[in-house]
């Protein structure tokens, strides 16, 4: 369920970074990096939920689950980062509707910090049960397959591994 109520802090954040962007967009005293940044983060939350639900129902490999591990990683730090440079901005807001709206989106960047985080330690813990093994057919991992389940047969046959 960790995933899920990341998911809905996503939505959340969507909608703060949208009005986040939109009340720093407007005039001439808002801060039109700070927009562009609410907006490309929001961008990025979106990707990473697609990836991330593609990756937990159907890409399950090491190297798919350990890059989703890495992005969630990321993530976190991205915004926490987020957190304090809106919290900043916040406090040097030309409008109290702008102030109010770094706020908001520096809230919603702490609980996605902390979500991404928690989701993070789960998926460090059981990315071993996570990642599908399934039978394997073809290319280098099926010689990998091979080689693995004749050295668990006959343990004289272990090739020496360089290192």
């Not at 059981?126 to 006959?154: H, K, T, W, Y």
Request: charged residues 10%; negative net charge; contains cysteine.
């Amino acid at each position: 369920y960790s995933w899920l109520i990341t998911q809905v802090f996503v939505l959340m954040g969507f909608i703060g970074g949208c009005v986040t962007a939109s009340s720093n967009d407007e005039g001439s005293d808002g801060s039109k990096s700070a927009a562009f940044v609410a907006v490309w983060t929001t961008l990025l939350l979106l990707a990473l939920s697609f990836g991330g639900t593609m990756v937990l129902r159907k890409y399950c490999t090491p190297l798919a689950v350990g890059f989703f591990l890495g992005v969630c990683l990321m993530m976190s730090m991205h915004t926490f980062n987020l957190l304090i440079i809106f919290a900043g901005l916040a406090d040097g807001a030309a409008t109290d509707a702008e102030a109010d709206a770094d706020n908001t989106f520096a809230a919603f960047c702490f609980f996605l910090s902390v979500c991404y985080a928690m989701f993070s330690v789960i998926l460090i813990r059981f990315r071993n049960d996570l990642i599908n093994v399934g039978p394997v057919s073809e290319g280098a991992g099926a010689s990998l397959a091979a080689n693995a389940a004749q050295n668990e047969a006959d343990p004289s046959m272990m090739t020496p591994q360089a290192g």
